[in-house]
């Protein structure tokens, strides 16, 4: 299954190669001088989910993590139930703020870390998207599902930056006709070599 | 067109979702636009102090727009002023009275119940530590919250982000335009925000919300932004 899915995913790591790459050392990266204070513990990223994700909405979180497992190092780790050593609480909340699509925010440290995270919440607002989305952005389902993989992003340490094109896009996404499937990818080399760096 | 997009957008994500949260996202999306308040006369009385440039102004804009919190979240530009306030806030012209240092304030990421959100899931809450920013206009003071980190308590604590009042001084006597909050309770996301910043009303804004940017610098004057 595993093997599967990383074949899949492969075949589109491929096809971002035609975007234009920087090198991981342009950008900071989390954990690192003037980078995103926070990184994630391990490669084994535990994740659950609050009540606020909707049971038939799940498989679009679970897509986002086994995204980030055949594009990285990372493993994606599913709990039925959150605890204190689950790497990722998501929780959909519809009152986030105006324009605000998705917060991931730090909630505890690694015991004698200042900068490694062992517990993210992730906060979504899918409907604050569907809000200010137009016919001309690439279509909604991909911004909410980039939006997850964003957050997700963010967990592992990965930062906003200059990448015109891959999950770490801020904002509305252009809409790129059959490339699309670049804002569900972390950008390769640059953000997969920043994760399997760090982990 | 734009009804029709938000339709769209309403219908695919109660597709996607499939929660019965989708009756919501169509119930925001039809919300009417309420109207813009006219310029107030609070406008004339903002004076910065002397030697305070509009390029003083952008330094401290700039404060917030590179900070911690501003890499925490995904936002989107907004197209308009409108758009920024159509779900019954209202656009206020003012002037910044007082800056305040705010060390862990609670933060409401957590969904809760009547719309209003939670910093805790049963535990140590979420924070933020940034600055207020008083902002007085002809209807009262509106106290505008800008994070600079936010995070657990320890997080918070280990993150060496200090409020610095001090960067923020030269705001304080500029005419300001201000979107008041649509949600109660400790919230920073949802509270009051801070659109722009001048010298004076009859001269260019500055941007001081990033969502906002473009529109801001589209406008020749805080007057015509605030005149729509």
């Known amino acids: ?199 | 067109m734009r009804n029709a997009a938000r339709s769209a957008a309403a219908t695919a994500v109660a597709l996607l979702l499939v929660s019965a949260c989708g009756s919501e996202a169509a119930q925001r999306g039809t919300d009417p636009a309420p109207a813009i308040d006219p310029l107030g006369a609070k406008l004339a009385d903002c004076s910065v102090a002397e030697g305070v440039t509009a390029e003083e102004l952008s330094k401290a804009a700039g404060v917030a727009d590179t900070s911690v919190f501003a890499e925490l979240v995904n936002s989107m530009p907004l197209p308009s002023l409108e758009a920024a306030s159509r779900s019954g806030e209202r656009v206020l012209e003012g002037t910044v009275s007082e800056i305040r240092a705010v060390s862990a304030q609670p933060l409401s990421i957590v969904p809760a119940g009547e719309g209003r959100g939670a910093a805790s899931l049963g535990g140590d809450p979420m924070l933020w530590r940034g600055v207020e920013i008083d902002v007085e206009a002809e209807v009262g003071v509106t106290t505008v919250q800008v994070p600079l980190v936010a995070g657990g308590r320890d997080v918070i604590a280990a993150s060496g982000v200090e409020p610095d009042v001090s960067s923020f001084e030269s705001l304080v006597g500029a005419c300001a335009l201000v979107i008041t909050g649509r949600t109660e309770g400790p919230t920073v996301l949802g509270g009051p925000r801070l659109v722009a910043v001048s010298t004076d009303q009859g001269a260019r804004p500055v941007a001081f919300d990033p969502q906002l940017a473009a529109v801001v610098e589209a406008a020749p004057t805080l007057r015509a932004l605030s005149a729509g």
């Not at chain 1, 995913?9 to 001088?33: C, H, K, M, R």
């Not at chain 1, 939006?147 to 252009?174: Q, V």
């Open chain 1, 1 to 199: 299954m595993r093997f599967a899915r990383i074949l899949g995913v492969a075949a589109i790591v491929s096809a971002i190669a035609l975007t234009p790459a920087q090198s991981a050392s342009a950008d900071p990266f989390g954990g690192e001088p003037g980078g995103y204070p926070w990184r994630a513990d391990s490669r084994d990223h535990w994740y659950c989910f609050h009540p606020s994700i909707p049971g038939g909405s799940q498989w679009v979180f679970h897509d986002a993590m086994a995204n980030l497992d055949a594009q990285t190092v990372m493993w994606d780790r599913f709990a039925s139930s959150c605890g204190s050593s689950t790497d990722i609480i998501y929780m959909d909340n519809p009152d986030l703020g105006y324009g605000i699509a998705g917060a991931a925010l730090c909630w505890t440290l690694a015991p004698g870390s200042s900068s490694v995270c062992d517990q993210f919440w992730v906060a979504l607002d899918p409907w604050e998207i569907a809000n200010f989305w137009q016919p001309t952005y690439a279509p909604l389902d991909t911004h909410i599902q980039q939006n997850i993989r964003h957050e997700t992003g963010h967990t592992t340490g990965l930062t906003h930056n200059g990448t015109p094109t891959s999950a770490m896009r801020s904002g509305l996404l252009p809409d790129l006709g059959f490339y699309n499937f670049v804002w569900m990818l972390y950008e390769s080399p640059h953000h997969v070599d920043h994760i399997n760096g760090a982990y």
